[in-house]
């Protein structure tokens, strides 16, 4: 793609117009492969220092001159072996018509024009007669021979070289900028890999460790143990491994193996013949047959039982299974991976979970670092969910303010990231149309995380209810202060009625108007 509007304000073409110009008072200017005339608008009244364009294209008639000659002279050139062409317009004046081709592709050319060659002096007369017939003026239009330029014979080689080099600069500059394009996609691909593996984000050291890991077990066929808390994406590695994966245009089966009891996991997993239970009334394929070539995902493998532990291991060991009331087994090609949010190894140590399977699903281990552990991703991940929801409702996207995004910043997120994407989320939609989304509107929780308690001093002897009514007294009344007396707003967080909290801040003394009253006598 060509950006002739650069053409015009680079440093190099524009010297060598000065030089034209000066020696032969020749214009420049640039045509597209179709002939069309770029880099100058119509519309848009230019001084050119050749007074015979500078006249000519002010008029409709000028122009329409202009772009029939440069579409002929282009047609000529695609046509033509030369290396150049000299043409005349219909004014009788020159032009110099040199191709600009780049891998070896035409895409235009330049157009040198304003001058005559050696021998065409006569030309001067018809170019006269033409000019005042076009509507201009005497004076102008000798102004405008009197700067006509010749090119001699002897300067003819220095002249077509000068034109060159306009064209082989062009050509110099689309190489570079498409080597600096190279350049920008490929640092973006190490970007992707960086701060981006498929829908995972993060550029924190731990999710460097966790996307080097997957890029050496992606072509793999081993077993992969995936441990980390609620709401880290373990399934989002799972699926990344899988397609990322010889198996990739196979199926992806998952299955949360704390969804079911016992005996629905089995039937689930395995699949049941007609008859082999009440409800029963047809075969089923388990999910291990439909995962059949792919990969299957065990997600919360450490809550299945010890006789399910022993059937997973069999299609482990062997790659058979036998469903629910059948009698002989089915063999199948699966790979398998295992999500936990527990310690295996703990239970495997206290008899809780089989060492053997362990093992078996253990071949590589993929820890998924938690949120409180790689906090310099939150901005990334912070961006990366506004912009989804705004473009999923349409809407320009918002910005956390400072003090929001250092909140945010300081919580311990126990819910990880699934926490902060319903948190963003929940932002976006209480905001409404603010675009920036200030400290306030953050849950209470994220708000007042890391502040230390002002309540001090609360008994811890004597009577429960005395003791109780002290702690709500100076709950309500830190809360007032904190909330500047907004009741409705102080109820909320307390949990309870506002009509509630009034009485008890009757019941209290905690009346706004009685406490000043009770200060400015003291």
Known sequence: ????????????????????????????????????????????????????????????????????????????????????????????????????????????????????????????????????KMGFSGQSVDEALSKIKVVKSEDIDHFTELVDLVAQEIMTLHTEISSRDARI???????????KYDAMIGKSRPMQEVYGLLDKIKNSESTVMIEGDNGTGKELIARAIHYNSPRKDKIFVTQNCSAFNENLLDSELFGHVKGSFTGAIKDKKGLFEVADGGTFLLDEIADT???????????????????????????????????????????????????????????????????????????????????????????????????????????????????????????VVLSGDEQKVPVEMLSERIRTFGERSKIQGVRVQGKLKDALEELEREMIREGLRRTGWNKSRLAKELGISRAGLIMKVEKYGLDKRKMLKKAESQ
């Open 1 to 132: 793609m060509v950006n002739w509007d650069e053409f015009e304000h680079i440093h190099v073409i524009r010297k060598l117009r000065e030089i034209l110009s000066k020696w032969w008072h020749t214009e420049v200017f640039f045509a597209d492969d179709r002939g069309y005339i770029r880099g100058i608008e119509r519309e848009k009244a230019k001084e050119y220092k050749n007074l015979v364009c500078n006249l000519i294209l002010q008029t409709d008639t000028g122009w329409d001159m202009l772009s029939d000659f440069s579409k002929k002279a282009v047609q000529e050139m695609k046509e033509s072996e030369e290396r150049y062409l000299f043409r005349n317009l219909d004014l009788g004046i020159s032009s110099l018509v040199v191709p600009i081709t780049i891998d070896n592709e035409f895409i235009g050319v330049v157009l040198g024009v304003g001058f005559l060659k050696e021998g065409m002096q006569e030309n001067l007369k018809t170019l006269e007669s033409k000019l005042k």
């Open 185 to 195: 996609s490929e640092l973006n691909k190490e970007l992707g890999v960086r701060y």
């Open 305 to 427: 039982s010890p006789s399910m532990q022993v059937k997973l291991l069999r299609v482990l060991q062997e790659g058979t299974f036998i469903p629910v009331g059948a009698t002989s087994p089915k063999k199948v090609d699966v790979r398998i991976l295992a999500a936990t949010n527990k310690d295996l190894k703990g239970m495997v140590e206290r008899g809780e979970f089989r060492e053997d399977l362990y093992y078996r699903l253990n071949v590589i281990n993929i820890r998924v670092p938690a949120l409180r552990e790689r906090k310099e991703d939150i901005p990334l991940l912070i961006d990366h969910f506004i912009e989804k929801i705004a473009k999923e409702r349409g809407e320009k996207k918002k910005v956390l303010t400072k003090r929001a995004l250092e909140k945010v910043f300081d919580y311990n997120w126990p819910g990880n990231i699934r926490e902060l994407e319903n948190e963003i989320e929940r932002l």
